[in-house]
């Protein structure tokens, strides 16, 4: 591996930086050539304080990630093609306006998706685990699509041995082949406690597909729920409270709730052109810190 970077910083609000990396990964247990990956990637990166007024308590602040990845794999190769081109594209952004009690958010991003899992290209970009968009759509709803088309697509029945990679196809909660916009508010209701929320609008970068449907179906594009996918995921409504308790100065108690609602869009039609049923979800988390 080889890697080069450089990076610009002001301070801990403003800098801009450069990372680039070559990576030639072979397998030590692999004799046949697979799991074999050369590959290049570039990765431009930045936040900034564009404007801070200090005496009024206001801040509009913006940050951005920008990566391109491309090369060849083994890594999941199939019958008909056994070394995979890679070309993969993904861009995050993140705003906020601030006064001292009202917030205005806003995310942004694109993730190139792949609507052919059988030929020889991989061109679905997926985000790093830990970046979190929403509660639901991704999280949940992918997630676990992703990870069932993994175990049916293991069926001996298809093709007599599991294609080679199969077991990456689960996204494990990966925002992947989409763009979206999340706008949001928070307000900042007492010192002691938050409100917040917003809708995530989601889209398709290439149709959802399952490799056990589309094998059966003849090859064509057909989505998890055995239909022909448009381009919409859906929308999703989040809603937040956090309520903080500070016994003494060390000790701080978060209590947080959160929920939403997912309703899906033609992305997730079904055979007879119904659509999937809106999801549900919500948590409760307690977080004790001590300074």
């Known amino acids: 591996q080889a890697v080069v970077a450089a990076r610009f910083v002001k301070d801990d609000e403003n800098n801009i930086g450069f990372y680039g990396v070559y990576r030639n990964q072979r397998n030590i247990n692999v004799t046949d050539g697979g799991k074999a990956t050369d590959a290049f990637i570039l990765d431009f990166a930045g936040k900034w304080q564009l404007y801070k007024d200090t005496e009024n308590d206001r801040e509009f602040k913006a940050g951005f990630e920008l990566v391109g990845i491309t090369g060849t794999t083994t890594q ?51 985000f790093d685990r830990d970046f979190k968009v929403g509660l639901i759509l991704f999280d949940q709803v992918m997630a676990y699509q992703s990870g069932r088309s993994s175990v049916r697509a293991s069926d001996p029945s298809l093709t007599g041995k599991p294609p080679e990679g199969v077991d990456l196809l689960g996204t494990g909660g990966s925002i992947t082949g989409a763009w979206y916009v999340f706008p949001r508010i928070k307000l900042a209701l007492a010192d002691w406690m938050d409100v917040y929320g ?75 052109g119904g659509y999937m049923l809106p999801v549900a979800f919500g948590r409760i988390r307690l977080t004790v810190a001590f300074n």
């Open 198 to 272: 917003g809708p995530l609008f989601a889209f398709s970068t290439a149709r959802l597909t399952d490799p056990y449907n589309s094998r059966i179906g003849g090859g064509t594009s057909i989505n998890p729920l055995g239909g022909h996918a448009g381009l919409f995921l859906g929308t999703e409504v989040d809603l937040g409270m956090q309520i903080r308790f500070k016994p003494i100065e060390q000790l701080l108690f978060s209590l947080t709730g959160e929920g939403g609602i997912f309703a899906p869009g033609n992305a997730y039609k079904y055979a007879d």
């Open 76 to 126: 999941a190769r199939n019958e008909n093609a056994a070394l995979l081109k890679v070309s993969q594209l993904g861009f995050a952004m993140k705003a906020k306006y601030r006064t001292s009690w009202f917030s205005v958010l806003f995310d942004g991003g694109y993730a190139s998706g792949d609507q052919n899992p059988a030929d020889d290209h991989i061109d679905n970009l997926r």
